[in-house]
């Protein structure tokens, strides 16, 4: 080991923890990611300085450490466990990839104010739950701070006490603080030894004004001269750097900030509820402006026409959330009431939106009815309701009315300019496109009626931009599900989102499709990243840009916070979206975090009950953590859903394998080859099923054919748990070599 510190740490710990690599450092020690093989996963082991650890009293350290172990709160990361390894004191807790507060300060600069706020409110709620079981924090900063699922998370509690109580002052000596001079209070600044949880929320009143301000309130050239300013200096003002910021928002500042602890919130959870009205007040007055779209009733009478009812309502919804000050719930959210008996009130609630459209379309020949009602949540009376009478040519002209009408009910001026521009004027073409991006949404074999639908749009009017990204992305889904060869359709999806962007470079589509092509079949990294971070600047609401981003981050690049962080703000847009809570699951779970990936596969199959890929890859989480059982009870139903999808079918073969069911993996196999002769069969899922086996000879072949193929499921071969029976053989490296890992040797 490189690291001198590292290898006698590990050499103290012997068995009971692995350590794997630094994470971080600062003042007071390191942090090191390791294996507890009790836990069977990543942990955080922190361990102090070896020349702070000999200004302490190891064992007072310990003791007080021990304190906080018994803390219990959503919103407190807890202690697992702590000790002395070689006179260095340590402490474990749970490993969390996700980003800190300071990583997204230094990301984002200030916050949404509504962000701000729910983020201290969360921090509030863990102070008056550990102020209430007599532990103060001492050290809240932004560092201190974790986001996990969208989350937040407030980690070392107690710490700083405990230093302080074990080196008897000593450190405030030295120089060193126990504590961080941005955020301390007046009475700790001042060494002052009746210190309570007013301390703490004088703390948080700092991290609250920097994620509203973009800095500390109190900054300094040096860490004594800025205890001196927390002292003496008063409060600034908020509104002087940001304007929008609400007077009152500013009054609860002051009051956190307040030097004199009696004229501070006197409890956290006293902070927390004047946080809590601001936010509702903030919410009251921004969803008067908020709708939801539902997806328009079909009563053409033919199924076939609901692709256009649907397409119509989509456009409307992609039309509103053009206007600036309006806020639109996503489409898959909105989308996820369709054929529910829920009430206005109830989906409005759901939603978070204080309006919503819905409407009916017929159609017959070439002539179109649409009705339209703008309903109000509140009282669930109508706010504008209109039908419109047209030719199937005024179809774009009917779009635009609705959405300016929408509009003008919700109380919002327009400068006039039209919200629905043509994307076609051949309006067969169009009708295709509307069918593609139907079936695009159902996934499974939904998405070769979808390509024949996007590839015939794009025969009716070549320059129709949407189509081709249309093209693009269902090829790209295709070859990634293994429903045809990869090598067949390459050329033809890099064709295809070339056009695209030829014909519309602005296009957040056109950039995802692009993407995606290059990341899940020409494994061209580079380009893959810029297209989709392109894609989310032209729209950051862009929920299939960002997970296919967070794809690359973490089964590729291995950045596995930044990933998961993706895959959590494209559900936070969107968080009725199964397959969106899905791939969050995935990321999850590549990235080591299991408990939290079981609870986002578990949501995603409640949201969507015959999706067979959350329970797909529960299963494949139960099998990874040993509990073969479980893995079992959710591949059974994952394969009869997926009509025995070759994918459930090889993680089965994995569980079974695990259970000893040897002849289960035969059979498995037996049917998979039979199935190869006669449809495309991806060698990879052979290839695993054979090393399952033991006939690793045989899955490497195949291996080595899938990377002449370009197979796109192999973009998560270095990361994800249904390779593990292969990730232990040292040809693997081969296979990682191949792809184009950026890290593979």
Known sequence: MDDPLLARLQAALGDRYRLEHELGKGGMGRVYRAHAPKRGGPVALKVLHPELATEL??????????????????????LFDSGEADGLPFYVMPLIEGETLRGRLEREGPLPIDDAIAIAGDVAGALAYAH???????????????????????????????????SDGRLTLKGLF?????????????????????SDIYSLGCVLYEMLVGDVPFPAPTPRAMMARHTIDPPPRIRTVRPNVPMGLEGVVSKALAKVPADRFATGAEFGEALKAKRDSLAGTSNRESV??????????????????????????????????????ARTSSFSFRGTAAAIGEIGAKLGVASVLEGSVRKSGNHLRVSARLVNVADSLHLWSEQYDREMTDVFTIQDDIAKAVAKGLGITLAGEALVTPSTTNLDAYELYLQGRYYLAQRGLGLKRALGAFEKAVTLDPDFALAHSGVAESY??????????????????????????????????????????SLMCDWDWGRAAAELRRALDLNPRHGTARIWLATLLVFVEGRLEQGVVEATHAVQAEPLAPLLVMQLGMMQLGAGRYEEAAAALRRAAELAPTMFLPLMHLGLLHGHLGRTNEALEALGPA??????????????????????????VEAIHDELVARSRREYVQSVMLAVVNACLGRMDRAFELLERACDEHDGILIYS???PFFSVLQSDARMQQVYRRVGFPDAP
């Open 292 to 329: 939801a779209v539902l997806p328009f009733a079909n009563l053409s009478g033919d199924p076939s026409f609901e692709s256009l009812s649907d397409g119509i309502a989509e456009e409307i919804l992609i039309a509103l959330a053009q206007v600036p000050s309006l806020r639109v719930a």
């Open 132 to 166: 209430s079981r007599g532990v103060v924090h001492r050290d809240i900063k932004p560092e201190n701070i974790l986001f996990s699922s969208g989350h937040s998370l407030v980690s070392d509690f107690g710490i700083a006490r405990a230093l302080d109580a074990a």
């Open 639 to 664: 394969v009869t859903a997926s009509g025995r999808h070759p994918w459930t079918l090889a993680a089965l073969a994995v569980s079974c394998n695990a259970a000893g069911k040897r002849d289960d």
């Open 178 to 198: 126990p504590g961080t001079p941005a955020y301390m209070s007046p009475e700790q600044a001042s060494d002052d030894a009746r210190i309570d949880g007013r």
């Open 476 to 517: 790209s889904i295709l070859a990634q599900y293994g429903l045809v060869p990869p090598l067949a359709i390459r050329a033809h999806a890099a064709a295809a989102a070339a056009r695209a962007l030829e014909l519309a470079p602005d296009s957040a589509e056109a950039r995802t499709a692009a993407g995606a092509v």
């Open 718 to 720: 270095k990361r994800y």
């Open 57 to 78: 009293g190891v064992e007072r350290f310990l003791r007080e450490v021990g304190i906080t172990a018994n803390l219990s709160h959503p919103h407190i990361l807890p």
